[in-house]
């Protein structure tokens, strides 16, 4: 009897999968992440908890911007921070200072199989400082020039291949969106989101940097007049008709999408919701979106990007198995990145925008080149989302934008503000 008991025990033991096959490493995820971005994301993390039992993502969503960071912050002094996180790297230079960030050693990013030349240029080096690498990218994020097909056609300014023609140099710029309004189809060539900072930021970077110009150098803020003159030539299309007066963020892409506007500079965060709504039938009108034209000077054009980054935390630091999973996840994730695409964004991870699949995607693969003469904040303080830059954009940029302060009294109070938080 106990030697038919001894049998069925080890026959039962034999049928039952060992503990370690069930060992699972749990990993704390927040992000910031909402809207198309959030849905995409949540369908990644549900891929990846499907295909790894070792491994399960417990994800949070948390609300963007400075609360976002301030939780992060106070999370890590007392312990209690996740074990993977969202960044923007423009706030990189911000969170390296203050320590909240963990360093990644080289030996394991390379236990991980991450390697520098697999991604763009400009975004890993954004998350880089003395050497040592701070976050890896996701995406490369940034402006476009959404356009109307029918309207410049109209306005003889649409090539043969459906891309814009005629739209490089200040001038020649100035030039199309006057014909654009003379055909009378549009009440404005151009829509711009002209009530807030953040977006106006964008777009004033973006013609600083066109001109080769610096925001920050050294102790120096707006040096030269490379500011003045990217100031004064946004107030004049809304001076001149050509974009609206303190219009806000969706009263511009509805200019925009109901085709009362011919162009519409925004991020490619919006291609989804242009592309879901020519699917639908809701568009009236053919679309395309590209680089930002080369206007003043040399091709140039703002960008930020989401990274993935691991708090660093005294009270309790990261274990070497969860930094090892987290590892992997980020690796797993750059690598499946081709339907992050599909929320307009630029794969950070160049084997995905190298491949055919990606570049059969459009709008994305016809301005993806912009990742190469992509400009990221100010290495400052002052910078990235919802920074003091942000403010004083919000403050003086704005108004001048819309005829209420001249544009060199503008740049003069915006580097006097600055300055005193310098």
Not at 99 to 112: F, H, K, S, V
Not at 402 to 420: F, H, T, V, W, Y
């Given at each position: 009897m106990?030697?038919?008991?001894?049998?069925?025990?080890?026959?039962?033991?034999?049928?039952l999968p060992?503990?370690?096959?069930?060992?699972q490493?749990?990993?704390?995820?927040?992000?910031?992440?909402?809207?198309?971005?959030?849905?995409?994301?949540?369908?990644?993390?549900?891929e990846?908890n499907d295909t790894?039992?070792?491994i399960?993502?417990n994800?949070?969503?948390l609300?963007?911007?400075?609360?976002?960071?301030?939780?992060?912050q106070?999370?890590?002094a007392?312990?209690?921070?996740?074990?993977?996180?969202t960044?923007?790297?423009s706030?990189?230079?911000l969170?390296?200072?203050?320590?909240?960030?963990?360093?990644?050693?080289?030996e394991e990013?390379?236990?991980?199989?991450i390697?520098?030349?697999?991604?763009?240029?400009?975004?890993?080096?954004s998350?880089t400082?003395?050497g040592k690498?701070?976050?890896?990218?996701?995406d490369?994020?940034?402006?476009?020039?959404?356009?109307?097909?029918?309207i410049?056609?109209?306005a003889?300014l649409?090539?043969?291949?459906g891309?814009?023609k005629?739209?490089?140099g200040?001038d020649?710029?100035?030039?199309?969106?006057?014909?654009i309004k003379?055909?009378?189809?549009v009440q404005y060539?151009?829509s711009?989101?002209?009530d807030?900072?953040?977006s106006?930021?964008?777009?004033?970077?973006t013609?600083?940097s066109q001109?080769?110009?610096?925001?920050?150098?050294g102790?120096?803020?707006?040096?030269?007049?490379?500011?003045?003159k990217?100031?004064?030539?946004?107030?004049?299309?809304?001076?001149s008709?050509y974009s609206?007066?303190?219009?806000?963020?969706?009263?511009?892409?509805?200019l925009?999408?109901?085709g009362k506007?011919a162009?519409?500079?925004?991020?490619?965060w919006?291609?989804?919701?242009?592309?879901?709504?020519?699917?639908?039938?809701?568009?009236g009108f053919?679309?395309?979106?590209i680089?930002?034209?080369?206007?003043?000077?040399?091709?140039?054009?703002?960008?930020?990007?989401?990274?993935?980054?691991?708090?660093?935390?005294?009270?309790?630091p990261?274990?070497p198995?969860?930094?090892?999973?987290?590892?992997?996840?980020?690796g797993?994730?750059?690598?499946?990145s081709?339907?992050?695409?599909?929320?307009?964004?630029?794969?950070?991870?160049?084997?995905?925008?190298?491949?055919?699949?990606?570049?059969?995607?459009q709008p994305?693969?016809?301005?993806a080149?912009?990742a190469?003469?992509?400009?990221f904040?100010p290495?400052s303080?002052?910078a990235g989302?919802?920074g003091?830059i942000?403010?004083?954009?919000?403050?003086?940029?704005?108004?001048?934008?819309?005829?209420?302060?001249?544009?060199q009294?503008?740049?003069e109070q915006?580097?006097e503000?600055?300055?005193?938080?310098?």
């Amino acid at each position: 009897m106990k030697k038919l008991l001894k049998l069925a025990l080890a026959g039962a033991l034999a049928i039952l999968p060992s503990a370690a096959a069930y060992a699972q490493t749990d990993i704390t995820w927040w992000d910031f992440l909402s809207g198309g971005d959030g849905v995409r994301m949540k369908a990644l993390i549900k891929e990846f908890n499907d295909t790894h039992p070792d491994i399960r993502i417990n994800a949070t969503t948390l609300e963007w911007g400075v609360p976002f960071y301030s939780k992060i912050q106070t999370s890590a002094a007392v312990g209690q921070q996740p074990d993977i996180m969202t960044y923007h790297l423009s706030r990189f230079p911000l969170a390296i200072p203050s320590g909240i960030l963990r360093p990644l050693a080289p030996e394991e990013l390379a236990a991980a199989g991450i390697k520098k030349e697999n991604y763009v240029e400009a975004s890993w080096n954004s998350a880089t400082a003395d050497g040592k690498v701070y976050g890896i990218p996701f995406d490369v994020h940034s402006i476009v020039l959404y356009y109307n097909k029918t309207i410049l056609k109209e306005a003889g300014l649409l090539g043969d291949d459906g891309l814009p023609k005629g739209l490089d140099g200040l001038d020649n710029f100035n030039a199309a969106l006057e014909k654009i309004k003379a055909t009378g189809k549009v009440q404005y060539p151009l829509s711009l989101h002209t009530d807030e900072g953040g977006s106006m930021w964008r777009v004033f970077y973006t013609l600083i940097s066109q001109q080769g110009g610096k925001f920050i150098d050294g102790e120096e803020i707006l040096p030269g007049d490379a500011g003045a003159k990217a100031l004064t030539s946004m107030a004049n299309w809304v001076s001149s008709g050509y974009s609206p007066q303190l219009i806000s963020y969706e009263a511009s892409i509805a200019l925009f999408t109901s085709g009362k506007a011919a162009m519409h500079i925004n991020g490619v965060w919006e291609v989804p919701t242009m592309a879901d709504l020519a699917k639908n039938g809701n568009l009236g009108f053919e679309w395309g979106a590209i680089q930002i034209p080369v206007l003043m000077g040399q091709p140039a054009t703002w960008a930020d990007s989401h990274a993935f980054a691991v708090p660093n935390s005294d009270a309790k630091p990261i274990t070497p198995e969860k930094l090892n999973a987290v590892l992997q996840i980020i690796g797993w994730m750059n690598e499946h990145s081709l339907s992050w695409a599909g929320a307009g964004h630029i794969p950070a991870y160049k084997p995905v925008t190298e491949s055919a699949e990606f570049k059969a995607m459009q709008p994305n693969a016809t301005y993806a080149k912009l990742a190469d003469t992509a400009v990221f904040d100010p290495v400052s303080p002052l910078a990235g989302v919802a920074g003091p830059i942000y403010e004083a954009t919000q403050n003086f940029i704005v108004p001048a934008l819309n005829g209420q302060l001249d544009p060199q009294d503008a740049i003069e109070q915006m580097r006097e503000e600055l300055k005193s938080q310098m």
